[in-house]
């Protein structure tokens, strides 16, 4: 594996925010030396970085992958009315016209979009109802050509039978059972509504035997909060926490409609709670409670693509609209969140670029006309930057983009095999 003497740059922590003009030194995948003037050393190539900021990966908390080859296709046969029919009518039409080819093509697409916008972890979850035996094996192997970090998950769920269910239980176990390197699994559920008892304690017991987390939504809409005083008479929140689902690790998305003392309950049991505003606004189901989050939260992109600096500013301008008025510096601490779930979920040094942190960084050019500093960055970052300054990216030390050229794939015949591979999918999704 390459060394690299990264010189002159501007290193930046979102958390706490610190801005240090120092080298990097990168070996074996990790930063083994930072100090104001590193000498090279014998096989270190040296790369001037001279008006660059430099920063830990960034980390996208919540996405599908699946939905990845879903931009511009045609208009459902019915237009959804509320949430539960943009589930049946679009999101259940997709996932079920998935195969194997298209599950790759899927995570190559967005996999190419996470690289292009610094985002160097990916925590995905996945559904393919036909094709769910070896899904994730596919999306590890479309992303370890890509050269991205990744945790993965299917996310099981009644609306396809036992079987269904057994088998999207099965294939988180394999993943489970084959973790490692850049790869870890999590347990993925879709939601309560559409999981009974028997389900949400499989899950929470395979999350146990493996000392992991339950990645599931969690009050995206209504629907879900509804459901449970109906069918099991207590609160999602009570069925959630019953069953085992809440527990240290489980990444909970959304909580669109949890009331304060929802969130409590779930912060108390160590989970994570990831916002993901573009994905609400679209699908007009709410605005959480962001503010009450808690320090375990994270932003997500629900499949909207990778780009987590659209995200963030989607946050910051959301929350302005509805008048709760998240700091600049509140939005970056949740993308410090993302990068801190990451390191817990690889124990490694993920969120900062200390000696000993693994080298998932972002070369970014940002020749500023104002001041920067600690103090303004989080604004700068709002308002000033975005996946369009992203220059280079590194995971675990290995360049998958260098000045804006991808370094482990042609995108351009990869765009061309995935435009073919979503002809047939779309095609297909005519035909269900
Ligand atoms: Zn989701």
Known sequence: MSAFLLKNASVVCFDPISIEDCDLRIDQGKVVARDKTLIAQENDEIVDCSNKLIFPGIVCAH???????????????????????????????LDQALDEETIYWSAIAGGLDAIRSGTTTLIDHHASPKAITNSLSII???????????????????????EGRNLGVKENR????????????????????????????????????????VHIHVAEGLLDEEDAPTRYQMSLVERLEKTK?????????????????????AKMSGCWLVHNPRSNMNNSVGYAKVSDF?????????????????EAKFAFYKSRDAKTSLSAETVLSLLAGGQHLASEIFDEQLQTLNVGATADLVLFDYPSPTPLSAENFAWHFIFGMSAAQVSSV???????????????INPAQAMEKARQATIKLWEKMQQI
Request: glycine share 10%; with cysteine.
């Open 140 to 162: 590890k192997q479309a992303l370890s050509e890509l050269g991205l970090r990744a945790a993965l998950c299917y996310e099981v769920t009644d609306r396809n039978g036992l």
């Open 174 to 213: 394999d993943a489970l059972a084959s973790s490692g390197g850049l790869y870890r699994a999590l347990v993925g559920g879709h939601a309560a509504f559409t999981l009974d008892n028997t389900s949400l304690k499989m899950l929470a017991d395979l999350a146990k035997e493996f000392n992991c987390g």
């Open 294 to 310: 808690g320090p375990r939260c994270a932003l997500g992109t629900d499949g909207i693509g990778a780009d987590m600096f659209e």
């Open 245 to 265: 689902v809440l527990r240290p690790g489980s990444i909970l998305a959304h909580c669109t409609h949890f009331d304060k003392e929802a969130l409590r309950i």
């Open 394 to 408: 590194m995971v675990a030390g290995r360049f998958l983009l260098r000045n804006g050229n991808y370094q482990t």
């Open 63 to 93: 996405t599908h992958l699946y939905s990845a080859l879903a931009r511009g296709m045609p208009a459902p046969k019915q237009t959804p009315t509320n949430f539960h029919e943009i589930l049946k009518y679009v999101w259940w039409q």
